[in-house]
Nanobody
Framework: QVQLVESGGGLVQPGGSLRLSCAAS????????MGWYRQAPGKQRELVAT???????NYADSVKGRFTISRDNAKNTVYLQINSLKPEDTAAYYC?????????????WGQGTQVTVSS
């Protein structure tokens, strides 16, 4: 079994910054692509950013230039540095990872961490 645990969310004023972390643990042979998604109340979950095992990144247009995704393969951890926060960034942020367990690759979700941007 594999668990993803997010941390780093909170209440921040507009223009502020946060760093989210997502650590994977369990029967992990290797981590493949990892990513961050978010879901605001009443809206569908949307892609924020992804990063491959080789470090290639992809961002939603709404966060380009403000958010940075990175990973530490030795720690099985993915990060999301979020700067210049806006009220519309308020959402529950979820990490997702494709994990090789034995001969198979499975997708896992974390439980989410809340980011609230408000003055």
């Amino acid at each position: 079994q594999v668990q993803l645990v997010e941390s780093g969310g909170g209440l921040v004023q507009p223009g502020g910054s946060l760093r989210l972390s997502c650590a994977a643990s369990g029967s992990i042979l290797s981590m493949n692509a990892m990513g961050w998604y978010r879901q605001a109340p009443g809206k569908q979950r949307e892609l924020v950013a992804t990063i491959t095992s080789g470090g290639s990144t992809n961002y939603a247009d709404s966060v380009k230039g403000r958010f940075t995704i990175s990973r530490d393969n030795a720690k099985n951890t993915v990060y999301l540095q979020i700067n210049s926060l806006k009220p519309e960034d308020t959402a529950a942020y979820y990490c997702h990872a494709y994990v090789r367990v034995g001969l198979e690759i499975y997708g896992y979700w974390g439980q989410g961490t809340q980011v609230t941007v408000s003055s």
